[in-house]
């Protein structure tokens, strides 16, 4: 491992860019200001040292000893320096790169202990345009800044690391980003702003991380935009609208002697608490972590579908020794106390089940 201190010039090593040591995050991550002012998380790994926090003085102590220089050298020189760092702002472009393809990675730290590791999230920019972005989640009806900052052509960068108690804040993620290219024509990409909903369950699973084409790891990717094409927009088309609109006009615009067909009856939403349904393993997991996990579960649920008047959920927790059920009774009376519940039927669920009607 690469032995830094605060202020050494550091280059990445397998990106493009570099800058100068601020900090350091934990024993793994360093904090590195860029060339355009941004702080910037990497990994110790990926730093190469190109001048010690020290070498400044030793170039001063040179200049005062030999203050005479050669014109036609030092302009050769610059010149050189500004060559390179023109090469520097000129990434390798793909053909490929110049539709847009950016995702959301998760590495767990020690995937072999998924119920007690931490994880690091990345973003990828799998295309030829810089992107500068927000990576933000939802918190009620208000966003939080998770990250900020430029990311570089073909390329991914550390956004932060997660333990598991902090799963809960990034179920509703929200990333935004604008494209450019530096030095040279491109064509207009649109704004983008995408929301993505992250099953948090998927962590606990081993299956949940593969093989990917960014990182040597198994990782959990979450695609934000796939050739100019974003996942899931925070807005609708025009040709949405139009759409709904003239379908408005059409059942507006029914005859009395049209048959109106009835509304469907609304199903019943199903949620099976037991633990070997929610996780492949429960390996290092306590009695009290087990059960907090299927309490999230159900207040998860329960935050998913508190909107939809009269809607029926089924919770199914078996009979067992009745801890999960007085738990969940506990929830309904203290967070959901609109909402009616009762034992859901004995010839489908048996004894083990709670019915709630949302109010």
């Keep these: 491992m690469n032995k830094l201190s605060t ?37 110790i790994s990926e730093c190469v040292v190109v001048k010690p926090a020290g070498n400044e003085k030793l170039t001063q102590l040179a200049e005062e000893k030999d203050v005479s220089f050669d014109i036609a050298s030092l302009a050769s020189t610059l010149h050189a320096t ?11 472009e793909t053909p490929e790169g110049e539709k847009i393809t950016a995702c959301l990675a998760w590495l767990p730290l020690d995937i072999k ?6 994880y690091e999230c990345y973003f990828v920019n799998d295309s030829n345009y810089y992107l500068f972005f927000n990576y933000m ?8 800044i998770r990250y900020s900052g430029l990311i570089e052509p073909n390329t991914k960068i550390f956004l932060e690391e997660l333990e598991k108690s902090d799963l809960n804040d990034i179920e509703k993620v929200i990333v935004q ?14 704004p983008c702003s995408v929301e993505l909903r992250i099953d948090t369950v998927k962590f606990y699973k081993l299956h949940s991380f593969g093989e990917n084409d960014y990182f040597e ?20 088309s025009a040709g949405d609208l139009e759409h709904a609109m003239k379908e408005k006009k059409r059942q507006d615009g029914r005859s009395q ?29 306590s009695n009290a972590d087990i059960l ?11 935050n998913e579908h508190i909107h939809r008047k009269n809607h029926k959920i089924v919770f199914i927790h078996g009979r067992g020794d009745g801890v999960l059920r007085n738990a969940i009774l506990k929830e309904l009376k203290k967070n959901y106390p609109k909402c009616f519940y009762q034992d859901a039927s004995f010839s489908e669920y048996g004894y083990g089940a709670t019915m709630v009607t949302v109010k």
């Design 7 to 43: 202020g050494d010039t550091v280059r990445f090593l397998n990106t493009v860019g570099g800058g100068i040591v601020k900090g350091f995050r934990n024993k793994q991550v360093v904090i590195v200001e860029d060339e355009h002012g941004f702080d910037v998380p990497v990994l």
């Design 113 to 118: 202990n998924l119920s007690s590791t931490a």
């Design 137 to 144: 989640n939802k918190e009620g009806d208000s966003l939080k």
């Design 177 to 190: 980003f604008i494209a450019f290219k530096r030095h040279k024509p491109f064509n207009l990409k649109n």
């Design 257 to 285: 002697g049209e048959p109106v067909e009835k509304k469907r009856k609304e199903t019943v939403t199903e949620i099976d608490l037991h633990i070997n349904e929610l996780l492949d393993t429960t390996a290092g997991m």
């Design 82 to 92: 500004a060559g390179e760092e023109e090469r520097k702002e000129q990434p390798e």
């Design 217 to 236: 790891d198994n990782a959990l990717i979450r695609f934000i935009i796939q050739n100019d094409t974003p996942e899931n927009e925070l807005h609708v």
């Design 292 to 302: 907090e996990y299927q309490l999230n579960k159900f207040n998860e649920v329960m």
